[in-house]
């Protein structure tokens, strides 16, 4: 029957581009979509990712069998010392399991399963508010519901930190805490390590279970340890938690998902044994799941990161990448400043990674939409890396001319 299946929204994020799309202006700007663009506008395949690809290309004993249910194994232990450090804690002490997901996506899928398979404190799934939209889709489609704890300050668009600490110290004992390691989606508004240090605190007197989502190691700062830092800090403290990696945009993979599920448990006795164990719970829910994970995205990141001068390189391509999109916040932020565009214009500069929180109201946004053929989410999120040196002047005098007229 016809009633039995509504009509879904369409996803707002790909419903941008497609209105990008069909615009015909020779000026029409897109500044939605995630995902990094060089200084004439155009997708970037990272310099070390074609080497990868050339050796693999070249290696005779490569075939298109299944890969392990756990993915590629010289892929995941890399990706965990990447994210954890190479003398980490947990993987010395065998507390840590990894498990190679489709890209950050799948991998905070595979975490919501698990949680919502084993987990036994509450379990609503805190998020910030604002998120990445799709984490409350991800929760709530598999029965876990989800709650917000205030993260953006309107005044400052900077960190509301004390209402996010109130917010978990408010929150029902042994909640699920989802965070952003850094380069927050959509905001570009981090804590500071002292902040981190302090939400560890909280999260561990309430005895709250942290889940990481990282999708922009090494994307965000340039500097894949400094981008890591708060997860480590975790580690080291001895938290029980789950991490979501992406090399989506670190290693420019997008549409190769690539990426990984890490578990840890804290130090102690039996904590070898408890991780064998959520590993093969893990295992079973990927087998369900997609039995196999794709081969060629990990298998390029695997080069890379099994080989220290291709991983040198791909440091070099990181700070190409970081360093543009830094750029072009100090452009943004001067020529504003220079328009005498009023409000403040620090924020631009003060967050980081793929994404400014400009604070442009929904009306500015579709005003810069129909007026200046300017494209960008409905809450005033920009993708910095869709300016560049040729757009970067329209763009602003874009804004500021819906601003101020
Ligand atoms: N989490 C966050 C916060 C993100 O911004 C993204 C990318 N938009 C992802 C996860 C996952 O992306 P992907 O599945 O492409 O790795």
Redo the contacts with the bound molecule.
Sequence with gaps: PADVVPQAPEDPLFGLMRAFRADESPDKMDLGI?AYRDDNGKPWVLPVVKKADEILRNNPDLNHEYAPIAGIQAFTSKSAELMFGADSPALKEGRATSIQT???????HLGALFLAKFYKGNRTVYVSNP??A??HQIFNNVGLPTAQYPYFDKKTKGLDFEGMTQALREAPDRSVVLL?PC????TGVDPTLDQWKELAAIIRQKNHFPFF????QGFASGNLVRDAAAVRYFVEQGFELLL?Q????NFGL?GE???CFHAITSPGPGAAETIARIASQLAILQRSEISNPPLYGARIASTVLNDPKLFAEWEENLATMSGRIISMRKALRSKLEELGTPGTWNHITDQIG??SFTGLTEEQVLRLRNEAHVYMTKNGRISMAGLNTKNIDYFAKAVHKVVTT
Aim: cysteine-free; hydrophobic content about 40%; charged content about 10%.
């Design positions: 995630g489709i890209s950050g996506t799948g991998a905070v998120t990445w799709n984490h952003h380069a927050h989606n959509p989502d990282s999708a922009y979501a992406s090399f989506a945009k997008y998902r690539a990426g793929m994404f």
